[in-house]
């Protein structure tokens, strides 16, 4: 059982550092996308507000998130 947990570490210390590589990408988890979703339906364009509930999230990151997938150009 502490290898299994050890080594699930080991995989998510990847993951993170895969995931700081690809910043560019702005590549979000399934929950932090709902969460800005609702974030958003609550208090708008307010990204400082809605990086304030998603941990290791600038508002600078969520905003290009946001446009990038869901802005409408109208």
Do not use: C
Not at 45 to 63: C, F, K, M, Q, V
């Amino acid at each position: 059982m502490a290898d299994s947990e050890h080594s699930s570490s080991n995989e998510n210390s990847v993951d993170s550092q895969e995931e700081s590589s690809k910043e560019s990408e702005l590549e979000f988890s399934e929950e932090e996308e709902t969460l800005v979703i609702r974030m958003y339906n609550l208090v708008g364009e307010r990204w400082s507000l809605i990086a304030g509930r998603i941990p290791g999230r600038t508002a600078e990151e969520i905003e290009k998130y946001w446009n990038s997938r869901y802005s409408t150009s109208e």
